[in-house]
């Protein structure tokens, strides 16, 4: 992270050297106006690219400071110093796994082969509103204020076995693929699903942006506060042979709830203007 760090901070002097003209050659301004919107992104993975190339082997590895949730901040500038601040993320994904296992039915020679497939889905939800107030005259802006944040996330998986259970095939171990977690015995799995979590977030910001072009800036910001978290109950349903028949079971897991005060957010963040 050090180096990574030091990027920005070169790239910063470096601008620096120049002159404090606050409007380009061609008579653009640097600064945001009254009525001015921006959007800002999250610079830790070109970072991380860059530490690599700079450190080789070894490279650098800054955390994301949502954990593997992405978002984007829009920004409304009320006037030349405070603006209304929104985040939004809708981050989705499915992963689907396949392997093929002998078919218990089968007499040929080789046996014949059937599939066996593992998906996993996750969905993370964030939405954020707040407001910033801004301090500088040149082109180095600081700025401070707050953001409430809220939080929505859950997964599941799924399971799908070619093989089904009969009286001549009754242990799962043996009649199915094993995707990690999914066997259980002569039990196996086919659904998973998380509990539904909800987070909320009340965070006071700082942070510092320098305007390396005619309304571009590279900043750091750093957030501090409170923050909730409860996940529901989850669901897990598996299926066995019963010596008559296959049978189903479904069990609950506890939920969960967590408070915190402290650091949030640490991030570098590039914002543009327009």
């Known amino acids: 992270m050090k180096k990574s760090v030091l990027v920005v901070a070169l790239a910063i002097g470096v601008t620096a050297a120049f002159a404090q ?76 796994n396949k392997g093929l296992i002998d078919d ?36 180095l802006q600081g700025y401070y204020g707050g953001m409430l944040m809220i939080m929505l996330g859950g997964g599941k998986d799924t399971y799908t076995y070619g093989n089904a ?7 799962a171990a043996t009649m199915s693929t094993n995707f990690g977690s999914n066997i259980s015995g002569t039990a196996r799995v086919t659904s998973n699903k998380s509990g539904s979590t ?7 910001l700082i942070g510092a942006e320098y305007f390396i072009a005619p309304k571009i800036s590279v900043g750091a910001e750093y957030w501090w506060g409170i923050s909730f978290n409860s996940t529901g109950e989850g669901e897990l349903a598996s299926e066995s042979w019963s010596g008559t028949a296959a049978t189903t079971t479904t069990t609950k897991s506890a939920g969960n709830s967590s408070f915190g005060i402290g650091n949030s957010v640490s991030s570098i963040i590039v914002n543009f203007h327009f």
């Open 198 to 204: 909800f987070g909320l977030g009340l965070n006071g």
């Open 165 to 171: 259970f009969s009286a001549t095939a009754t242990n």
């Open 104 to 139: 218990v039915t089968s007499t040929a020679t080789p046996p014949a082969q059937v599939t066996d497939e593992h998906k996993s889905s996750s969905n993370d939800i964030i939405l954020g509103a707040g407001m910033e107030k801004r301090r500088g005259s040149t082109r």
């Open 21 to 96: 003209d606050l409007t380009s050659k061609k008579g653009e301004k640097y600064l945001p106006e009254a009525n001015d919107w921006s959007i800002g992104f999250d610079a830790v993975p070109a970072l991380n690219a860059v530490g690599r190339v700079m450190g080789g082997s070894q490279g650098t590895s800054m955390t994301n400071p949502s954990g593997s949730t992405q978002y984007i901040v829009g920004k409304m500038f009320k006037d030349e110093k405070t603006a209304y601040r929104a985040a939004l993320g809708l981050n989705f994904g499915s992963t689907t």
